[in-house]
């Protein structure tokens, strides 16, 4: 009798794992029914981390498929996302979106990972080439060379930054202009409104002693959408080793608190440098790794490194 309901009891165990396998074969087809693909690449640089989409198929909402794939809990999870668009012989071109969704006209360390996407993929042949992105066109070069961080061999992408949107007497203009309007009280609890950069995308640059995440997390989410930055800005703090030497924390507007920025760290030394604080071949100290930032008659350089993380699909 006990062998008989050892039997009983293993075939009702086993029907009923059977159940469960189909119950979720149904749930699967369910849930993949109408649902299109995605094909992406993931990467970082210096801890910032991309997702970079060649093909969005047609009918997506693109701001929404962009949040979406940000998502550390129900995507992929990332600081922004990403667009290649080819036009034929003329330069390729980055479409860049915060993790929320918002368009943001340039993003130094996307560039990077995307320069180094676009040759190591072979969309384009050459180590040096044109991107577009709607904050204009930017001259980048691919290389292999030793890291600024490690005495390995590393991908690392120069981009010709050009010159900022902002002068030094609108910098000027902005700060004192800010500081004598109701709120400016806020601000100076955060540190020093040393200047305000647009570098494609604008940049507050506050001089602090030193820093912690709680108190760039407390700040930077108050200060990002302060009422006396149209549009918001993003949060650099900088504290000044040397001439030479700088460190740098950063709260991004539409992702919040980063591992490092790439236009953040051109907007600081620039606004450094015009006040004699810095000299022009800056290295630059992020919570992800090392960027350098050199300025030339040409205009600001900005060198770092761009590693792929993986690829894969991504139901949409």
């Keep these: 009798m006990y062998q008989n309901m050892i039997k009983y009891e293993s075939s009702t165990f086993i029907n009923n794992l059977i159940m469960i396998f189909k119950y979720m074969e149904v749930i699967m087809a369910e849930m993949t029914h109408n649902r299109q693909i995605v094909e992406f690449t993931k990467m970082q640089a210096t801890g910032n981390d991309f997702i970079i989409i060649e093909n969005v198929p047609e009918g997506l909402y693109i701001r929404t498929l ?152 407390e700040k930077g989410r108050k200060l990002e959408k302060h009422s006396a930055f149209f549009k918001g800005t993003n949060i ?21 608190h980063t591992l490092s920025c790439g236009t953040g760290a051109c907007a600081c030394v620039w606004a450094l440098y015009q006040q004699g604080k810095v000299g022009n071949d800056v290295t630059i100290v992020v919570p992800g790794g090392i960027l350098k930032v050199k300025i030339t008659d040409d205009g600001i350089h900005l060198s770092g490194s761009a590693v792929f993380i993986g690829t894969g699909e991504i139901f949409i």
């Design 66 to 217: 962009m949040k979406r794939v940000c998502d550390r809990h129900f995507g992929i999870g990332a600081d922004g996302a990403m667009v290649l668009l080819k036009h034929g012989n003329n330069p390729i071109e980055m479409l860049f979106y915060n993790q929320d969704g918002s368009e943001a006209n340039m993003c130094g360390n996307g560039l990077r990972c995307f320069a180094l996407y676009a040759h190591t993929k072979g969309i384009v042949k050459d180590r040096k080439f044109t991107v577009q992105t709607p904050a204009g066109f930017y001259n980048v070069e691919v290389v292999e060379e030793y890291g600024l961080q490690t005495n390995d061999i590393q991908n690392i992408v120069h981009i010709d930054m050009g010159y900022p949107e902002s002068t030094q007497e609108d910098s000027d203009s902005f700060v004192d202009d800010i500081m004598s309007k109701d709120g400016a009280d806020e601000i100076k609890a955060a540190g020093e409104l040393f200047g305000f950069v647009q570098m494609g995308v604008p940049h507050a640059i506050m001089i602090v002693d030193t820093m912690n995440d709680d108190v760039l997390k």
């Design 236 to 256: 650099n703090f900088v504290k000044i080793d040397s001439e030479n030497f700088i460190h740098i924390w950063t709260w991004e507007r539409g992702a919040g």
